[in-house]
């Protein structure tokens, strides 16, 4: 049910309201980041990867993935959650991890940022 009321209450959001969230992430996200451990995980034979953040200063943000794609999607998924972005406001581009989670094979365990992608305007 709570899903459901958040789900009606981000459709009803006003533009205004959206942008004023969408300023808290940009902020936050250019600032300081967000810092995510990743890791492997295996369990009852599944293997999926797993991210948590370590520095987020409102709880912990975290999410799963069987790729690194798959991950790299909830994870963005996760933050917009976080940071209550109604949902036709949020823009997967909008959001970068450094060291990019696709460029590298992941280790035991890999620390990655996120940031907000910046772009450039003439």
Same mark, same amino acid.
């Given at each position: 049910?709570?899903?459901?009321v958040?789900?009606?209450?981000s459709?009803?959001?006003?533009?205004?309201?959206?942008?004023?969230?969408?300023?808290?992430?940009?902020?936050?996200?250019?600032?300081?980041?967000?810092?995510?451990?990743?890791?492997?995980?295996?369990?009852?034979?599944?293997?999926?990867?797993?991210?948590?953040?370590?520095?987020?200063?409102?709880?912990?943000?975290?999410?799963?993935?069987t790729?690194?794609?798959?991950?790299?999607?909830?994870?963005?998924?996760?933050? /917009?959650?976080?940071?209550?972005?109604?949902?036709?406001?949020?823009?997967?581009?909008?959001?970068? /991890?450094?060291?990019?989670?696709?460029s590298?094979?992941?280790?035991?365990?890999?620390?990655?940022t996120?940031?907000?992608?910046?772009?450039v305007?003439?």
């Open positions: 049910m709570n899903r459901l958040h789900r009606i209450q459709y009803l959001a006003t533009p205004s309201q959206a942008l004023e969230k969408l300023d808290v992430l940009g902020i936050e996200l250019s600032q300081r980041g967000i810092k995510f451990n990743v890791r492997s995980v295996e369990e009852d034979g599944e293997k999926y990867l797993y991210a948590e953040s370590v520095d987020y200063p409102r709880g912990y943000i975290s999410a799963t993935g790729t690194k794609e798959d991950l790299e999607k909830e994870l963005k998924d996760a933050i /917009f959650t976080a940071f209550e972005i109604p949902v036709r406001y949020c823009d997967p581009k909008r959001i970068t /991890f450094n060291p990019p989670l696709n590298s094979p992941l280790s035991a365990t890999q620390s990655l996120a940031r907000e992608e910046r772009y305007t003439a």
